[in-house]
């Protein structure tokens, strides 16, 4: 454990001292808050229209929840901005390793490859975290201009969903980076992957029985969106962890490869 924390502790310091960081999080925090606004502002004009037609023809006002109109299509495209936002993050991870020499260094250290790569996991999980944080002050802001509120257990779901989203994906992004030299052609086929599992379950108009079944299945958007519904599925949770599973795995045996080829 005291050699993941050392390795973590490194990564952590690297990209909380780069300036690229700090540029990532302000346009993520632009991106979210023009998408917040937009949503919100578009559900503010949809329940001044629905108080205009009750005085017009003097009929109950028609439901207009908070959570329905604002926080599920916001979840929704947060987590497209997540498609975006993995690659961007996990590119460095071995990519820049190779690219500048260290790798080999890594290599021959007496470390194990395990402790490498949860290290680098926990640490692009980190950050990952630090910005999802920060949309939680729209969620307050909405919270406390709508009467009497929003349901916070939608909220929660649709954060746990995100959680799930990148614990199964960050570790495919970092498998792409440990195969690439180039950090941007790492991105750019990491985001392809991720954006081709997101949309996959969309063939299944166009194929029937198994095949079907199957690619419904591999679909990463099927099972956020339950949770974007507040819907928590243990199934959902399962999927997702065993995506992740499967990309640890494929880092491990990539690492292994740079051994055995002398990088």
């Known amino acids: 454990m005291r050699t993941i924390w050392t390795i973590y502790k490194r990564e952590l310091s690297q990209?909380?001292?780069?300036?690229?960081?700090?540029?990532m999080l302000a346009i993520f925090l632009a991106i979210?808050?023009?998408?917040?606004?937009?949503?919100?502002?578009?559900?503010a004009l949809q329940c001044s229209q629905a108080v205009e037609y009750r005085m017009v023809y003097n009929v109950p006002l028609p439901p207009m929840s908070a959570n329905r109109w604002v926080v599920l299509?916001?979840?929704?495209?947060?987590?497209?901005?997540?498609?975006?936002?993995i690659p961007v993050l996990t590119m460095r991870s071995y990519a820049s390793e190779r690219n500048s020499g260290t790798a080999e260094?890594?290599?021959?250290?007496?470390?194990?490859?395990?402790?490498?790569?949860?290290?680098?996991?926990?640490?692009?999980?980190?950050?990952?975290?630090i910005l999802l944080s920060t949309t939680l002050?729209?969620?307050?802001?909405?919270?406390?201009?709508?009467?009497?509120?929003?349901?916070?257990?939608p909220v929660w779901s649709g954060y746990l969903g995100l959680?799930?989203?990148?614990?199964?994906?960050?570790?495919l992004g970092q498998f792409i980076s440990s195969l690439m030299k180039n950090q941007i052609i790492a991105a750019f086929v990491s985001f392809a992957l991720l954006l081709l599992l997101w949309t996959i379950d969309w063939s299944t108009l166009f194929s029937s029985g198994v095949l079907s079944s199957t690619l419904g299945y591999l679909s990463l958007s099927k099972h956020f969106t339950n949770f974007a519904k507040g819907i928590i599925n243990t199934s959902d949770i399962i999927y997702f962890v065993s995506f992740g599973i499967f990309g640890i795995f494929l880092v491990h045996r990539s690492l292994e490869s740079w051994r055995w080829r002398g990088i």
């Open 32 to 43: 979210t808050g023009f998408l917040f606004y937009n949503i919100a502002s578009y559900f």
């Open 105 to 129: 260094l890594l290599m021959t250290s007496p470390v194990k490859l395990s402790q490498i790569v949860w290290a680098k996991l926990l640490s692009n999980f980190t950050i990952f975290m």
């Open 137 to 153: 002050i729209f969620q307050l802001i909405l919270d406390y201009y709508t009467s009497p509120g929003i349901d916070w257990g």
């Open 163 to 171: 959680i799930c989203l990148a614990i199964g994906t960050i570790p």
């Open 15 to 23: 990209f909380l001292s780069s300036a690229t960081t700090y540029i």
């Open 73 to 85: 299509p916001f979840f929704s495209n947060l987590a497209i901005i997540a498609l975006f936002l």
